[in-house]
């Protein structure tokens, strides 16, 4: 009888289940992991802006008739939609991949693209480098100077509306030079010119 009572107190106590602070520790645990998880998938699917890929297509570069001895070569350029020049640089690139400094004007504060290119439209670089000029196609009004390595002048939205031209103190026609967008940030811009 004592014995068939002892063995009925060990099934009793191996059905028994966890005890209730047990219990509650894992679902709060449960519910933390769920709660983590649903976090990093919504914020994957939410994010946007900065690691947007950018591509700014550019035609092989035409030459134009030099003006004392500043030359310059125009780019027509696709870009995609959103591209601004907040997000990307210039970078001339020789045959070699080697990289061409980015010089500066003597003036760039009235420096202009038009039809007939003169110097007292757009300064001569610094021997040895070059800058760039982004303006309107038809109306020929500039849009933003790439000089010194940067964009001066404010943020200008990319269209192809644009054009971009290289101005340098010799000629860069058969050089098989490339002119390349970089990246600035975290933003991903592509792009490269035909050969010039």
């Known amino acids: 009888m004592f014995g ?4 009925t107190d060990r099934a009793r106590s191996r059905r028994r289940g966890v005890s209730p602070i047990i219990a509650t520790i894992l679902l709060v ?3 933390v992991v769920l709660a983590a998880v649903l976090y990093v998938l919504i914020a994957g699917l939410t994010h946007t802006g900065a690691s947007t890929p950018y591509s700014l297509g550019m035609s092989t ?7 004392a001895g500043v030359y310059y070569e125009t780019i027509a350029v696709s870009p995609t939609s ?5 997000l990307f640089g210039l970078a001339l690139k020789s045959s070699s991949g080697a990289s061409i400094a980015a010089g500066t004007a003597s003036s760039t504060t009235t420096c202009k693209a038009t039809a007939a290119y003169s110097t007292a ?8 480098t070059w800058y760039a000029v982004l303006y309107w196609q038809g ?4 849009a933003n100077v790439y000089s010194g390595g940067a964009w001066t002048g404010g943020t200008v ?3 192809s509306a644009l054009y971009l031209t290289v101005i340098s103190g010799a000629s860069l026609v058969g050089t098989q030079d490339t002119v390349n967008a970089v990246s600035l940030g975290s933003s991903s811009v592509s792009g490269s010119s035909g050969l010039f």
């Open 139 to 142: 109306n020929a009004t500039i």
């Open 121 to 128: 439209d757009c300064g001569a670089p610094a021997s040895g």
């Open 61 to 67: 570069p035409t030459p134009s008739n030099p003006a």
């Open 82 to 86: 959103g591209l601004t020049t907040g």
């Open 157 to 159: 939205g990319v269209t």
């Open 29 to 31: 645990a449960i519910t």
């Open 4 to 7: 068939r009572r002892n063995r």
